[in-house]
């Protein structure tokens, strides 16, 4: 089965065998040696990040490390009446706003349709208010699969000296990130996206400035990442990680290496994406923004073309041995989704387009 919806991925050979290795205590040296070989390698992806940048493992799902990151920000007592704007244009943008309530953390939205970019001239107009300690976006928003213009936020962020918080689980390992020019604090991950680990380990990538000049902003216990990096300074953690997926997480990191490091992954998405749409384009299937070279390079989404139902096209595909995504809320019926990390080639992509013919007839 080759898997075709933004995570959990199709693995590789090697990485599955690496979950069979010996069952090992995370309390033992050998669990925080691992760590901190994980934690060296997550750090280096990206050369602009490692001098200044550590990573925060969490045994969890992206949404896990994404509202783990929000602990970065002060509580109300701590704020200085301080906000978070949240720039939202999908399903996750608007989640990290429902996080934000949940933490009864200070917060506005400027939202924008779920087909469209972000606003930024609202966002400058927003910040120049003097209101705002942070920002949070989400870079790749898998609603739709737009890559959000981060270059043009960022700079923004930049301008008015606010500090970015990132939803980069769609795109961390598969984009490129600047971690400078974005004023970014911190940038949220998971293992079983662009790094083709399997679900269940997570991290927050973070300035680490940010553990020595100020206090924790966590309203839960699990998810306080000023004590999660307490005690991976020494390779452990605070609770139980799971140890399967950080073998599993490994050997996907020294892959990663082996293949060239994130730009030649992103490379390679990038052919099979364009090889999609083009042959989506030939049987008659338009890509569901209108501005489609706002896509990401990871996934696309696709108008259904009429007369074809979700539910037909996603059975029939399954059973040639492939699993595609679904619309989120009133697009559940209008696309589908079609993601291309993990491992699967150009000639998965040529018997893909095949049998989305086939469905179609």
Not at 139 to 154: A, I, S
Request: charged share 20%.
């Amino acid at each position: 089965m080759k898997l075709l919806n933004p995570g959990p991925v199709t693995l590789t050979a090697r990485v599955r065998e690496a979950m069979l290795r010996p069952d090992l205590c995370h309390r033992e040296v050998e669990f925080a040696a691992m760590c901190t070989r994980i934690l060296g390698r997550l750090r280096s992806i990206y050369p602009e990040a490692a001098s200044r940048y550590v990573p925060v493992l969490l045994t969890s799902s992206g949404t896990g490390a994404v509202e783990a990151m929000l602990s970065l920000v002060p509580r109300a007592e701590q704020s200085g009446g301080k906000k978070v704007l949240v720039v939202a244009n999908g399903v996750y943008g608007e989640r990290a706003a429902a996080m934000l309530t949940a933490q009864a953390k200070a917060h506005d939205v400027v939202g924008s349709a779920w087909t469209a970019p972000m606003d930024l001239p609202a966002v400058e107009r927003a910040l120049a208010s003097g209101a705002y300690g942070h920002v949070f976006a989400v870079h790749h928003e898998t609603t739709t699969g737009r890559l959000n213009d981060v270059d043009g936020l960022g700079a923004l962020c930049k301008k008015f000296g606010v500090k970015l918080l990132l939803d980069a689980v769609s795109s961390f390992g598969g984009e490129r990130l600047r971690f400078d020019e974005w004023n970014l604090e911190a940038c949220a991950a998971t293992a079983n996206k662009c790094l083709h680990g399997v679900p269940g380990v997570a991290f927050v990538l973070v300035d680490e400035a940010v553990f020595t000049e100020r206090t924790s902003g966590a309203t839960s216990v699990y998810l306080d990442l000023f004590r999660y990096r307490k005690e991976q300074k020494n390779g452990f953690s605070p609770f139980t990680q799971a140890v399967q997926a950080m073998y599993a997480l490994e050997e996907a990191l020294c892959e990663l290496e082996d293949q060239g490091g994130w730009e030649r992954r992103h490379q390679k998405y990038a052919a099979l994406a364009g090889q999609v749409r083009e042959g989506l384009f030939a049987l008659g299937i338009r890509p569901f923004l209108e501005d489609a070279e706002s896509y990401g390079s990871t996934l696309a989404s696709y108008r259904l073309p009429a007369g074809l139902a979700y539910d037909h096209l996603h059975d029939h595909l399954k059973r040639a041995g492939f699993i595609v995504y679904a619309g989120q809320g009133p697009f559940s019926g209008e696309m589908f989704r079609v993601a291309v990390m993990g491992d699967v080639d150009a000639a998965d992509m040529a018997r893909l387009l095949v049998e989305i013919q086939a469905a179609m007839a």
